[in-house]
């Protein structure tokens, strides 16, 4: 047998919204499912504005910028996540300052405040693998120091943090559509936000800064990070169906959890905090110290079962062209580094079937055993 790490499912109205697009010869970001994707999204996440992009990555570089902060100012981030909220951090003109993670393998939220000096503007908060920061707790952070919050909810469409939607939190929340993401449009991104200024600005730099009064004349540089009518119409499809697609991603990590909870020696997902149930965005595994052998090496070796996994991040501290730039001064995440070296995930895909499921465990119960 074998099973894929992600497979998308399309089998809703993506087709029928695709070929309205070509039927009627919108194509282009000018189309009407963009809109209505925009629309939809702030919706489900209680937003007023939505501003839909080519990717998850340009989004976030889009609300860094739009947010303004002041050059050379510090933005708190976390170490364990994906090189995009460096990049973004970094793009806008300023510093990251990551924080380790903790056993949630989100950022610890304990170990904020005391990164905080005179210098930092803003927090960006990430939700990793489905499991939520505690956004309460960094809120009232920010609010006490006046910082601005940006959160990246990547990973988390479809989830709740104390009862309120992820991507609801902080000044600007920010969206990928990869395929591996719960609502994909192959590529797509997505910026969510209350302020009218900021989504004005957001709009701006999305298109250009092209002005109304005349289209092609520029006081600003900007980009075409537009997102095209195509891609939207996939997106519309898709949220149609996240109710059922959050529904089977809970499913497939509760029966991981059953089916690999009593093996020794691996540390798994947690499956609930006080503030939110995991969605399972994917299934991590982390080797436990005991077990003889990697992350790359076990992955290798389910690879040839017919199993795929696909490594967790690698931190932002031991990322060479962020060292290169003389950040971090050689500071240590020890948390980040451990689950880097010792984490996997393995098939997260919705449209794993049960049999699948129970392979790829059965997979990673025999190799275990054979280290
Ligand atoms: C996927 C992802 C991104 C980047 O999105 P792309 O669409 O691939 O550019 C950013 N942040 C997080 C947390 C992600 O998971």
């Not at 970001?29 to 702030?42: I, Y």
């Not at 809120?139 to 988390?156: F, N, P, S, T, Y």
């Not at 990869?178 to 900021?198: R, S």
Request: with cysteine; hydrophobic share 40%; charged share 25%.
């Amino acid at each position: 047998m074998k099973v894929a790490v992600n497979e998308p499912d399309l089998r809703g109205n993506e087709k029928k919204y695709l070929c309205e697009c070509i039927d009627t010869g919108w194509i282009s970001s000018e189309g009407p499912f963009v809109e209505r994707f925009e629309r939809e999204m702030a919706r489900l996440c209680e937003r007023k504005h939505g501003i839909a992009v080519s990717n998850g990555s340009v989004a976030l570089d889009a609300a860094l910028e739009a947010l303004g902060l002041p050059e050379g100012s510090e933005v708190i981030m976390p170490a364990f996540t994906i090189i995009s909220c460096a990049s973004a951090i970094l793009r806008a003109g300023c510093i990251p300052v990551p924080v380790d993670c903790d056993r949630t393998w989100n950022m610890d939220v304990k170990r904020v405040e005391s990164k905080i000096t005179r210098n930092t503007s803003a927090i960006m908060a990430v939700h990793i693998y489905g499991l939520p920061v505690d956004m309460a707790y960094i809120c009232q952070l920010a609010r006490k120091h006046d910082l601005k919050v940006i959160e990246d909810a990547a990973e988390a469409i479809g989830q709740n943090c104390h009862g309120h939607p992820c991507g609801s939190w902080g000044d600007v929340s920010c969206f990928s559509f990869y395929p591996n993401k719960h609502v994909t449009t192959g590529e797509g991104g997505m910026i969510l936000c209350d302020g009218d200024g900021l989504a004005e600005r957001c709009r701006a730099l999305r298109n250009l800064c092209f002005i109304p009064e005349q289209r092609f004349l520029h006081y600003e540089l900007g980009y075409n990070f537009r997102m095209s009518n195509l891609q939207a119409a996939l997106g519309v499809a898709q949220l149609e169906k996240l109710d059922s697609t959050v529904r089977k991603k809970r499913y497939i990590g509760a029966k991981y959890q059953k089916l690999l909870g009593g093996l020794a020696g691996l540390e798994l997902p947690v499956h609930k905090t006080d503030y939110a149930d995991n969605i399972y965005w994917v299934f991590g595994i982390v080797l436990g110290d005991e077990i003889p052998i990697d992350a790359r090496e076990f992955s290798k070796r389910l690879a040839a079962l017919g199993v795929g996994t696909r490594p967790f991040f690698w931190p932002m501290h031991e990322q060479p062209v962020l060292i290169d730039r003389g950040l971090f001064g050689g500071e240590r995440y020890p948390e980040s580094e451990r689950i880097a070296r010792r984490g996997f995930y393995i098939p997260s895909g919705v449209a794993l079937t049960d049999e699948q499921m129970e392979y790829a465990a059965g997979q990673v119960a025999s190799v275990l055993e054979d280290t």
